[in-house]
């Protein structure tokens, strides 16, 4: 199975920047899409982005476009997310997750979609 590791969560004022990383291993050669999901206190897991591991399709939720970006290195078995201009309502727990099956009409913003989660790794955006 794939194994899952979040890393470069930390604390920033709002406007401020991070990247996170998620470090895999394992069955790392059948990974089809890797996606990143954030869930507040008292909230629902949302979805943040995701990338296919071939080709170039990248998917955004659609309130984050434009400051949120997802990328990847396959050599090194690693997914990345860049995040500008943070606002006080991206503070979340971010967790990336895998999934290794082909899918018919995939839908990447929903969990259910996935086979394996990282720990998640928390963010704080302070004003």
């Known amino acids: 199975q794939v194994h899952l590791v979040e890393s470069g969560g930390g604390l920033v004022q709002t406007g401020g920047s991070l990247r996170l990383s998620c470090a895999a291993s394992?069955?790392?050669?059948?990974?089809?899409?890797m996606g990143w999901f954030r869930q507040a206190p008292g909230k629902e897991r949302e979805f943040v982005a995701a990338?296919?591991?071939?080709?170039?399709?990248?998917y955004y939720a659609h309130s984050l476009k434009g400051r949120f970006t997802i990328s990847r290195d396959n050599a090194n078995n690693t997914v990345f997310l860049q995040m500008n201009s943070l606002k006080l309502e991206d503070t979340a727990v971010y967790y990336c997750a895998n999934r290794w099956r082909r899918g018919r009409n995939l839908d990447v913003a929903r969990p259910y979609e996935y086979d394996s989660w990282g720990q998640g790794t928390q963010v704080t955006v302070s004003s």
């Open positions: 990338i296919m591991w071939s080709g170039d399709n990248t």
């Open positions: 394992g069955r790392t050669f059948s990974t089809y899409v």
